[in-house]
């Protein structure tokens, strides 16, 4: 079975200060959206549904981190 996302954890940048916003499968699609927001400025509003059921929009997305099956990042 070919899995279509992958589990990242999302943090955001308070201050100087890291702070996890949650945990969200990310499409291709999502993974874009984020890099165009690192890079320039996305050319439309794209939010992430995080598994609480939270939305984050992109733009407040400092960082992700691939969460993997066998525990390694």
Do not use: C, W
Not at 24 to 37: G, P, Q
Not at 60 to 66: G, H, M, R, V, Y
């Amino acid at each position: 079975m070919i899995r279509l996302s992958k589990l990242y954890a999302i943090y955001t940048l308070t201050g100087n200060e890291e702070r996890f916003l949650g945990q969200a499968y990310l499409t291709a699609k999502d993974l874009e959206a984020i890099e165009e927001s690192f890079t320039g400025t996305p050319e439309s509003e794209h939010y992430i549904a995080l598994t609480d059921g939270d939305q984050v929009n992109v733009n407040a997305i400092d960082s992700i981190e691939e969460i993997t099956d066998d525990g390694e990042e």
